[in-house]
């Protein structure tokens, strides 16, 4: 900075208003120095930053393990997604494993005790989450990617996805590429992702006036189970000819039901994903999907951070979004 203030002939206050409050200065005055800190290709130190503020900016984001069967890459997806928005805020994203939520609690204390951090991202939540619980009632600034399931919707800071809202226009694809018999392959046990997936499929299917008796089932969130389930359906004898997944993982599994029986997927039964993973852009057919739109997801989760950062007490706000669907061969006959 104080190269940069001699090159121009200023002070290095002035630098500094260039740099964080621009206003301060007149337009000729903000142009030479800007100029001289391209010249010199001049950084922030944020370390230096850092300890001047007594504030790590950065936010702590747990990373989840991977686990076989499943196509995956929302969670990394969405993770590139924050990094770039936090890299605008002139923040960074501390990354930390935790194979339970236990230890994600275990490990938000250490690195919030040692000012490793001064926040946090918290992402696949569920019903009665203890790591919300914990948070709140120890007053540590958050932002949920998912809903607080089980917990006050409005007194938490969450970003999320409408998945009802997804599965309602899946349905309604299917329906206007002519099928009246749509299952649902869901997940097994309570899920608040799940249930409010399957919701809007119910939802859907009464608008229509579709029966729903006997079409829902659900597992695991694997691809032999979509398998599975969808093959058990269709050996009925009055079998579904469309599918509404509650993920692509379970959406391939039934494309492989599909090819086993000799259907034609697209034209004799349709599939629909959700997610929009990176299996669903490579698997043959491409899998109809819907995609979440995580750099907006990204960008509001930021937005929120600092806002309950710059106001310990403002209240909570909370978006929902919409899903986009994106149409491949698994609905389309080609």
Known sequence: MAMVAARVGVSKQTVHYALNSPDRLSPTTLRRVLKAVDELGYRPNQAARSLRTQSPRAVGFRLLP???GQSGGVWASFLYELSVAAHRADHA???????TDEEEIQVIQEIFSTNTVDCFVITATQDHDPRITFLRERGIPFVSFGRPWGHPMSDTWWVDVDGAAGTEQAVDHLAERGHRRIAYLGWDGPSGYGDDRESGWRRAMRSHGFSTRGLAVGGP???STGRELAGRLLDRKTPPTGFVCVSDTIAIGALRACRERG?????DVGVVGFDDSVGAHFVDPGLTSLAQPLELVARHTMRLLLDRLKDPDAKAEQVLLRPTLVVRESTVAQ
């Open 263 to 267: 259907l034609a997927v697209g034209r």
């Open 66 to 68: 991977t686990t076989q």
């Open 221 to 223: 969130d694997e691809i």
């Open 93 to 99: 994203v501390y990354c930390h494993p935790a194979a």
